[in-house]
């Protein structure tokens, strides 16, 4: 059996913890799974989803505009069939497509600092 957890946040706070647990052999793969067709940037929403980012943090991440990251969400989530963030990401860990080791929002990876 597979376990995974997942924070749920609320204010950049960790309220709660969802985990779920998968028997290995009925984990659909990512050839046949909906995940085959996200475009790269879907799989990149799909992992910052799986890191517990809310909206606005993904806008800041991607570099882009808070509605244009909603637009990707709601891409993903038709593509996917989802009817919800917590769905995709469930759909996301159960095909290998993101790693159950979510990072917490708002600890990216240190900066490496340039030789002068």
Do not use: K, W, Y
Not at 68 to 75: C, P, Q
Not at 94 to 100: D, N, S, T, Y
């Amino acid at each position: 059996m597979r376990l995974t957890s997942a924070p749920l946040r609320r204010d950049g706070n960790i309220v709660g913890i969802f985990g779920i647990g998968m028997p290995l052999a009925t984990a659909p793969t990512h050839e046949h799974s909906p995940l085959g067709q996200l475009t790269p940037r879907q799989h990149e929403v799909l992992r910052l989803l799986g890191e517990g980012l809310e909206t606005p943090e993904i806008a800041t991440r991607l570099g882009i505009a808070e509605e244009t990251a909603r637009n990707h969400i709601r891409a993903l989530l038709r593509t996917l069939g989802a009817h919800s963030r917590l769905e995709a990401v469930l759909m996301g860990l159960r095909a290998g497509v993101i790693r159950a080791e979510l990072t917490h929002a708002g600890h990216e990876a240190p900066a490496v600092a340039a030789d002068d």
